[in-house]
């Protein structure tokens, strides 16, 4: 018996490392994006302006069109996918001079903020929503990590 016991006390020592290896390292990417960038800000700062400057702006149909496009991330993380694409789209309609987010700034700007595995889901609901992809296809044809470095200076372009 107490060879099972031992087994026991071994194995969960080790599932225990490996739930505080995963919660370190969320915890370690959270910290990261908390660093202070080379002006002074760090990236929630700058997701917490964007999301300020850009509240008055949200219409109430382009509010049901995020809820629709964040729906497939889990709920648990929802609340934090909804914020950065969000903020995204905020900073994208404040760089166009924009009144109002529009759903050709919502589109665009969930295409900025979003890893390209996603944009297979995104594709599929504008198909379903009758929305023409095609003036969209410059922003699918990059990744993610394409934007991270001189996003603006390339997007302002097109």
């Known amino acids: 018996m107490s060879v099972i016991f031992d087994y026991l006390i071994i194995a969960w020592g080790f599932i225990m490392i490996g739930l505080m290896g995963i919660g370190g390292f969320f915890m370690f990417r959270k910290f990261l994006k908390r660093l202070p960038k080379e002006d002074g800000k760090s990236m929630m700062d700058w997701e917490e302006y ?58 665009q700007g969930y295409i900025l903020a979003t890893p390209k595995r996603d944009h297979k889901f995104l594709r599929n609901k504008l198909d379903q929503k009758n929305i023409d992809v095609r003036p969209y296809e410059q922003f699918f044809d990059q990744s993610q990590s394409d934007y991270s470095v001189e996003w603006e200076e390339r997007y302002k372009k097109n």
Request: glycine residues 2%; charged residues 35%.
């Open 50 to 107: 964007y999301m300020e400057q850009s509240k008055h702006m949200w219409e109430d149909d382009e509010k049901k069109l995020l809820e629709e496009l964040v729906s497939p991330v889990p709920e648990l993380f929802r609340d934090v996918a909804r914020h950065k694409i969000a903020s995204k789209i905020g900073e994208v309609a404040l760089n166009k001079n924009m009144e109002k987010i529009n759903q050709d700034v919502l589109i």
